[in-house]
Nanobody, 123 residues
Framework: QVQLVESGGGLVQAGGSLRLSCAAS????????LGWFRQAPGKEREFVAG????????SYADPVKGRFTISRDNAKNTVYLQMNGLKPEDTAVYYC????????????????WGQGTQVTVSS
């Protein structure tokens, strides 16, 4: 089983930046798809960004395009989400996830999840 641990969340003012990290353990291959999702209270979990472990198939949700960047460091078994120009509407618990297949925009397609890290953006 793959295990994921997110870190890097916190409180930041609008316009600020945060970098989230997702440390993975277990066997991860180039065929795995990795994604960042977020969920605010009372709302469904939504896709933020995705990447293959190979580094290809990068995608972003429209609200974060141009502001967020997903990347991975194979040597460290870590996936990152660099978040710039944060807005109050970005406030949510952010989760990383891995599935045994290509990256997907649908959270139900992912098998393994981290515990989440809180991101709060103040006005």
């Amino acid at each position: 089983q793959v295990q994921l641990v997110e870190s890097g969340g916190g409180l930041v003012q609008a316009g600020g930046s945060l970098r989230l990290s997702c440390a993975a353990s277990g066997r991860i291959t180039i065929w795995h798809g990795l994604g960042w999702f977020r969920q605010a209270p009372g709302k469904e979990r939504e896709f933020v960004a995705g990447i293959r472990w190979s580094g290809g198939s990068i995608s972003y949700a429209d609200p974060v395009k141009g502001r967020f960047t997903i990347s991975r460091d194979n040597a460290k078994n870590t996936v990152y989400l660099q978040m710039n120009g944060l807005k109050p509407e970005d406030t949510a618990v952010y989760y990383c996830a891995i599935r045994d297949g290509i990256p997907s925009l649908h959270y139900r397609d992912y098998e393994y999840w981290g515990q989440g890290t809180q991101v709060t953006v103040s006005s």
